[in-house]
């Protein structure tokens, strides 16, 4: 089939790149000329793992390109996805302008039947919007030409998103026609394997279905990070407290781990739109709100440890840190526990010096010229006369690291631990002072 991809970001370039990989001809638009610049030299503007050996192989056999000519991907896609972000505006709500922009491309440019997918995270009802946005288009070129709107969220994560597309738990479609149903269908097939993914509803529930989805799993974690703050005072342990409930299957294992704060590019995004939404429609999400209080709170746990052990004042003093991206596998550091930390560290006259494996030049880029920020270029060089090692975000890399040389290279052997790494019994043999979330 051929398909068009408006939007080359983490959502766009990774359903591109697959689409491709299993025979469609894909044409990618953005409006970054650099961007597309990059793709088409044979590189990738962000990482994700083996995201661009798929995108060279389709390069490659021509499968795959990339352009800043709206009408060129406007005719070539019987299928147009959407995928462009949609920031949130300072009311918390998702900005649609760069959705609608690219509804209007589609509708000045479009020569035929398309079917205009949206893949972006929008609220319920943007369907209709784009749909509107459109047939305006159409009508202001005097032509009449049939379409179809649908809904067909992504639930990508960053760091597994290829996998995650070429496995997908399930495909929500939500769609009002059979001609737009037949063809999502035949486009899902080369990912159907085992049993139907494949869940067909109306528009607006598939809107939706996005929301709660992220919604769930933000709760789950503000839920566990509560519960994790109350074992520290209780003296209880809450890593086997998740072991405790995980095996309950109506519970399950997964994202019950207490750490830090969740970051990253959609559960602080999806669960302010989804507040705003109700709020719009007089209704209050108490539940949500409590999952977003809990989460900003939680972001300021390893500091508040810091100072139970430092003091409030901690001029003079260094930390080590290891890891700054919001989670691992991804230099992505939107909302990350990091920045909060870093920024709370600074306001108390501390230092940072950070190691983390991809996401330093991200840390760069948002810190700029920081005197008070350095970098390491390995984790042990990180910690040379550090008053404590904190550690935010749980790389592979950190899992055994030699606990000799965090005791000779800090000034005292304290680990602050955003992500429960180590086994507090183990810490205590190590010598090493060990603060982690919910350790008894
Ligand atoms: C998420 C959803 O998982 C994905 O389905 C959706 O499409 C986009 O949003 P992503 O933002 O890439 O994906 O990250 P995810 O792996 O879900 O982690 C989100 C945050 O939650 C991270 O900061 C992570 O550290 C934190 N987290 C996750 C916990 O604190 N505890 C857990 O048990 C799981």
Avoid at 157 to 179: H, I, L, S, T
Avoid at 218 to 246: C, K
């Amino acid at each position: 089939m051929k398909l068009t991809v408006i939007g080359t970001g983490y959502v766009g370039l990774v359903s591109g790149a697959c689409l491709a990989d299993v025979g469609n001809e894909v044409l990618c638009l953005d409006v970054d000329a650099a961007k597309i610049r990059i793709l088409e030299q044979g590189g990738i503007p962000i990482h994700e793992p083996g995201l661009l050996e798929i995108v060279r192989r389709n390069v490659e056999a021509g499968r795959l390109a990339f352009t800043t000519d709206a009408e060129r991907a406007a005719r070539h896609g019987e299928i147009q996805f959407i995928a462009v972000g949609t920031p949130p505006d300072e009311d918390g709500s998702a900005d649609l302008q760069y959705v609608l922009a690219a509804a209007r491309t589609i509708g000045r440019h479009m020569d035929g039947y398309r079917v205009i997918v949206d893949k972006s995270t929008v609220p319920v009802g943007t369907g209709d919007k784009v749909r509107a946005a459109i047939a305006g288009e159409l009508a202001a070129r005097g032509v009449e030409l049939p379409f179809s709107v649908v809904s067909n969220p992504e639930f990508l994560k960053e760091g597994a998103a290829v996998d995650d597309f070429m496995r997908p738990d399930r495909v929500v479609v939500g769609a009002d026609d059979e001609r737009a149903i037949g063809l999502m269908r035949r486009l899902y097939a080369p990912f159907q394997r085992q049993h139907e993914k494949l869940v067909i509803m109306d528009v607006r529930s598939a809107e939706l279905t996005k929301y709660a989805a992220n919604a769930m799993l933000a709760t789950r974690i503000s839920f566990m990070n509560e519960l994790a703050n109350l074992a520290e005072t209780l003296g209880a342990d809450i890593e086997l407290v998740r072991q405790g409930i995980g095996s309950d299957p109506r519970i399950g294992w997964h994202f019950l781990y207490a750490g830090c704060g969740y970051g990253g590019s959609c559960f602080p995004k999806d669960v302010k739109a989804l507040i705003r939404t109700a709020s719009e429609h007089d209704m209050a999400l108490k539940v949500l709100s409590a999952v977003e209080a809990a989460n900003d709170a939680q972001k300021h746990v390893l500091v508040d440890k810091i100072v139970r052990r430092f003091g409030e004042d901690l001029s003079g003093r260094r930390f080590a840190l290891w890891g700054l991206a919001f989670k691992p596998d991804t230099d992505d550091m939107r909302d990350a526990p990091s920045r909060v930390l870093i920024e709370e560290l600074f306001r108390r006259g501390a230092r940072v010096t950070a190691y983390d494996p991809v996401a330093m030049r991200e840390a760069e880029r948002i810190f700029g010229d920081e005197p008070r920020l350095a970098y390491a270029g390995r984790p042990k060089s990180a910690l040379e006369g550090a008053d404590a090692l904190v550690i935010v975000t749980e790389w592979k890399e950190f899992r055994s690291p030699d606990f000799a040389a965090i005791r000779s290279r800090l000034r005292q052997p304290v680990i602050f631990d955003g992500r429960n790494m180590y086994e507090p019994a183990r810490m205590r043999d190590e010598g090493i002072e060990y603060f982690g979330i919910g350790r008894a």
